[in-house]
């Protein structure tokens, strides 16, 4: 089976400061990979996917993640963080054999100092 | 837009009673989920159903049965809610295929088991 780990809890950055959460999945076939956003009293909603092609993609609000597949990564990156990116921030899975099935890792919680 | 409705924002029930979540979506989804979020834990499955009647168990099924009479409306049941089933209950929806795109979600159900 799947799974998924983000082993970044909670992040603490200044504005403008740069940022990368990691997220590595385990398993050994062809997977999806998504990173979802909270904004707080908001609902979780897509930031960005990868399916296939260029491994790296860009999602809304400046995020880009980076698919490694020799790493099994998938981490999320913004080069510079503006306050309204506190959030908490979720990588999720899913496979080809099983596309309906979408795992979650335990979020990472964003805090950025204005 | 999309819309998922969860019935209840804020639920408080007591141990050993019987408890319904309910869910609906108004995009003709062919996917629906039931997760739990709790703090450190991110979301977890509990049930999906990838069709009407359909039902596939999560990681998390345990004291948890689900039903999906018709496309729109999925349903969690708690047979004997326990203090252990204290957590935030999120529904989703998708479409259907290969990739699976993207969910979408309500805005959760707060359930207190006292």
């Known amino acids: 089976a799947q799974s998924v780990s983000q082993h970044n809890h909670h992040v603490i950055l200044s504005e403008a400061a740069s940022l990368e959460l990691g997220c590595n999945y385990s398993y050994g076939g062809t997977v999806n990979l998504f990173w979802y956003v909270q904004y707080p009293g908001q609902h979780l909603q897509l930031l960005l996917k990868?399916?296939?092609?260029?491994?790296l993609v860009k999602g809304i609000k400046g995020f880009e993640a980076e698919f490694i597949k020799s790493k099994f990564s998938f981490n999320l990156r913004k080069p510079s963080v503006q306050w309204s990116d506190t959030a908490e921030y979720f990588c999720?899975?899913?496979?080809?054999?099983?596309?309906?099935?979408?795992?979650f890792g335990s979020g990472t919680r964003l805090s950025i100092r204005p | 837009d999309v819309k998922v409705t969860q019935s209840s924002r804020y639920l408080v029930k007591r141990t050993g009673e019987k408890v319904f979540l309910e869910c609906v979506q108004d995009?003709?989804?062919?996917?629906m989920f039931w997760y739990r979020q709790d703090p450190g834990l991110g979301l977890r499955l509990i049930y999906f159903?990838?069709?009407?009647?359909?039902?596939e168990k999560g990681d998390i099924p345990e004291g948890y049965s689900v039903s999906r009479e018709k496309k729109e409306r999925f349903s969690l049941i708690l047979e004997s809610a326990s203090t252990n089933q204290t957590s935030m209950y999120l529904c989703?929806?998708?479409?259907?295929?290969?990739?699976?795109?993207?969910?979408?979600f309500g805005s959760g159900t707060q359930l207190s088991v006292l």
């Open positions: 159903s990838y069709d009407v009647k359909m039902k």
């Open positions: 989703a929806s998708s479409f259907a295929g290969p990739t699976n795109e993207k969910l979408f």
């Open positions: 995009m003709d989804h062919e996917n």
């Open positions: 999720a899975v899913n496979t080809y054999s099983s596309a309906s099935k979408i795992i």
């Open positions: 990868y399916f296939s092609g260029d491994p």
